[in-house]
């Protein structure tokens, strides 16, 4: 502690050589972070950079390895949320937590309900809300039903709810993942009068320009560890990036183009609005309602994404997870309709069901294997069949041919070196790095002409990772195109012959991974470079 | 020992520790309502002194087997797409007259009849499941909800039907209403001759009943349907992972009503063994609660078929000791409190088995190859 510093000026939180491991990976590692009290906080830094988990420790919902939390200059250890709550600390989660069909009331009050002789006290309760909301700024009118307001209102139920149990220090996990431009700036206000009432904010975001907006103080954290502490007057969105990304980026191993003329998937004028598909009107050409949707100013999550894959091509998307990815991969799978169309070896797939676009040599390795790649309590030979069950080697005819998918299966784990007892194991008792190329084995079968390829390396060892990569490349030289979907830029740079950036559901800038550099890649991914000021997107670069 | 034998050895060694404790439990409500447990597990084995009173018993059970079985099948097929279709219950009494009023219409040679029969009770049925299949898929209601409103629907239209529209002639003497009686080319000949090849004495009554063929073939089918086929891989991917199997192209919505309206079409035959080979017509005294039973013969049986029959087989057991008790002076009503317990503490002792069985064959996995402990980021 500064000997000059007035003992009211404690740090609201100290956070000193935080360190948190799971089995085989480091997600913390001596995280130090002050937060003086009375100012919003950013934490910023890349997904899987480590927020959450530092996070989740803060709120008592995990333990930390080593280190300690200071609260208010008193060392605190928290086993549960309650205890963190207890400490005045409260956590705004990205993804609401209300009951909709109670009104704004019954949610701020629900689990810490005021009760006269084992009654609801309404009045009481709508009493102390009013008090809150006035004295910060967040009107809601508390008899209203959560279902009814929009997603701005909600948030400010959300923080009314922690403030209603005592919070002082507010975790606000990327507020503004969910909201659109007025919705922010609306928050941003609340976000001041919070910090004019003496609370202490601390906002989890990756995007730099309204961290920057907001922010008394940012801290950055890059793969698990805290690398910096700035001062938001004194940085540019720029500097901020870079901090983020990393000032070394690999350089892509230099390699023949394998990338032929023939066009293997072209995506054009992909929409998809946030609160659900409507039909387009008769009559009304897609590009025209799309237009629309904008002038409307409704969410999109994907906003009239096109780009072409040839055969021999990896076209690598760079962005930071949740602008458009899932949608964009689950468009092309036909899993969730969208605007726009979707041609496959020159014929529209855009109406065809899921079955048939893989049938037609589309394979696809999930972004979470466990939820959308595997049936883990089931042998290893079934998940072989699983997408392949309307095809050879699998099925004959009404029966799924046992004997030989289980030779195919044992193919794959020949071919693909996964570490198995043997093809009637079940799948969960393989590690995640033998799942996962079971999968890209399996997604490899059968001949495909397009390959999406979502995150193929998360959460496997480093042997597995180099394996999957070789793979990738091989079928890329026998012509395989392969859209692939990253976060981690090693993969996208040493991958990828041509490099998208996704942001807000577009495709902001298309650059060339031989000859990027870390502050623009950062910039584009982090909306701190527009996409009106650079080259625009689908441009040849 | 392979992971599989490990796993049937484990299930059934849960199984056993389950029946030792209902039967433990059991006792103690025996002696709560003041009879002697040593009488009332006597009485339960005592298939009776003569040969044709235990042919009699060994009748008995089986009979009572075989429509458990099938509606332990009709259930099981929901279960193993994550679909609780409590409505097994209104849709084999709805097919059940409908089948026994269709089946009373006309006359044609036996095997023809006897399938007219049997088709018509598995469209009925299965054309009843579809409405809850439908309300699902379009409007997202509970399966749960819709097929136990179903449930009541089915059954006062029954009753109705047999007292109004469907009734047939009563004869002099009869106290209940019931549909015209079935031609005799609709009786499905007994198996009794299966005794006399022993030299057994034929048990009383409509004997053996045949059905049980058809129950045993509609169960090969049913395992065949589910472990071999496209379909079976399906209904397996879809109750196992649905968001993989969406991915891998399976259509849900297809499923949904496929599952259910196959689960409707077996619940149809259920009154069949029945109609067919006893009554041979539906009447205000057809067996109720057979649906229901079900569910606890499926979850007994694992959803699988040869777990289904074991089951069946152990209920008809437990249920041909109503009489025998009623002698030795216990409260019958013994017999539901044991399969209660049998089928709570089953269903926990497989829960814990299946447990153990996945957590060696991961450890099993994990020594096989040394290291590789699994790497997740919880990020």
Redo the contacts between chains.
Sequence with gaps: MNADAPATARPAVELEGITKR????V?NHDIRITVEPGTVHAIVGE???????LMKILYGMQKPDEGTIRINGTEVSFRTPSDAIAAGIGMVHQHFMLADNFTVLENVVLGAEPTTVGVLDTARARARIRELSSTHGLQVDPDRLVEDLGVGDRQRVEILKVLYRGARILILDEPTAVLVPQEVDELFQNLRELKAGGLTVIFISHKLDEVLSIADAITVIRRGTTVASVDPREVTARQLAELMVGSELPTPETRESTVTDTVALSVSGLTMEADGFRPLPKGTPVAEYTAGLRAEGRRLLLDDVSFDIHRGEILGIAGVEGNGQSELIEAI?G?RPAHGTVELAGADISSW???????AGIG?I?EDRH????????SLW?NR???H??RKPS?SG???D?RAAKADTQRIIDEYDV???GV???A???????QQKLIVGREMSGEPVFLIAAHPT????VGAQAAIWDHLRAARAAGLAVLLISADLDELIGLSDTLHVIYRGRLVARLDPSDVTPERLGGYMTGAISGSTAEPAGEEA | MPAGLYRALLTVAGAAIAIVLAVVISSVAISVAGASPEAAFAALFNFGETERAVVNGVTTMINRSVPLFIAGLAVAVGFRMNLFNIGVEGQYRIAAICAAFVGAQFSLPAPIQILVIIVVAAAVGGLYALIPAVMKVTRGVNEVIATIMLNYIAINLAAFLVRGPFTGERAKGQLTTSTPTLPESAWFPNLNGLFEMFGLPAPRGGGLWGFLVVAILLGVAVWVLLERTKFGFEVKASGLNPMAALASGVKPKKMVIAAMVLSGAIAGLIGLPEILGDKHNFGSNFTPGLGFLGIAVALLGRNRPVGIAVAALLFGFLDRAQGPLQFANVPPSVIAIMQGAIVLLVVVANEITSRMALRREERRAARQLGRDTPVEVAA
């Design positions: 799971f089995p085989g990976v997600a997904n899987g950079a480590g927020k959450s988990t799978m899993m069901s899921t079955l048939k676009r893989r049938e696809y999930p939820r959308q790649g595997l049936l883990l309590e089931a079934e069949v699983l997408g069950q309307t099925r009404v029966w799924i046992r570490r198995t007892p009637d194991t079940l969960l008792a393989l590690s995640g790095g033998n998360r959460g496997v060892d």
